[in-house]
């Protein structure tokens, strides 16, 4: 399960390298808006790379953060792009979002299944 979701990861940023620094008109749109679709690849982002990287995934955010911004000064040399603070700002912010909520997935699981166990053993004799 750990290499598929780590696949995932990984994939899931060669994904959103490309729409970052790919050509404009092969990058996707939505309704959400530039601000929103940042946000979502992001929150996915950090998501994935949150439940891939479980035993490390504070130094794993740390990582990712200083390579959003790299990948946003990167936007300089790329045709057609753009480099702005405020994509960096909300990119590594929503990807913290998500490393947040794979760190409450993984407490809640947890929680669960120590209630499960505990219930499953019935009262003590």
């Given at each position: 399960?750990?290499?598929?979701v780590?696949?995932?990861?990984?994939?899931l940023?060669?994904?959103?390298?490309?729409?970052?620094?790919?050509?404009?008109?092969?990058?996707?749109?939505?309704?959400?808006?530039?601000?929103?679709?940042?946000?979502?690849?992001?929150?996915?982002?950090?998501?994935?790379?949150?439940?891939?990287?479980?035993q490390?995934?504070?130094?794993?955010a740390?990582?990712?953060?200083?390579?959003?911004?790299?990948?946003?000064?990167?936007?300089?040399?790329?045709?057609?792009?753009?480099?702005?603070?405020?994509?960096?700002?909300?990119?590594?912010?929503?990807a913290?979002?998500?490393?947040?909520?794979?760190?409450?997935?993984?407490?809640?699981?947890?929680?669960?299944?120590?209630?499960?166990?505990?219930?499953?053993?019935?009262?003590?004799a």
């Amino acid at each position: 399960m750990s290499l598929l979701v780590r696949s995932f990861a990984w994939l899931l940023a060669a994904a959103v390298t490309f729409a970052t620094l790919g050509p404009p008109s092969l990058r996707p749109h939505s309704d959400l808006g530039q601000d929103g679709e940042h946000a979502l690849a992001f929150i996915l982002v950090g998501l994935a790379f949150g439940l891939a990287y479980r035993q490390r995934r504070l130094a794993v955010a740390a990582i990712a953060v200083a390579l959003i911004g790299l990948l946003e000064l990167m936007q300089f040399w790329a045709p057609g792009r753009h480099a702005r603070l405020e994509d960096f700002l909300v990119d590594a912010a929503t990807a913290c979002v998500g490393f947040a909520l794979a760190a409450a997935a993984d407490w809640a699981v947890t929680r669960l299944r120590a209630y499960s166990v505990a219930t499953s053993e019935g009262p003590a004799a």
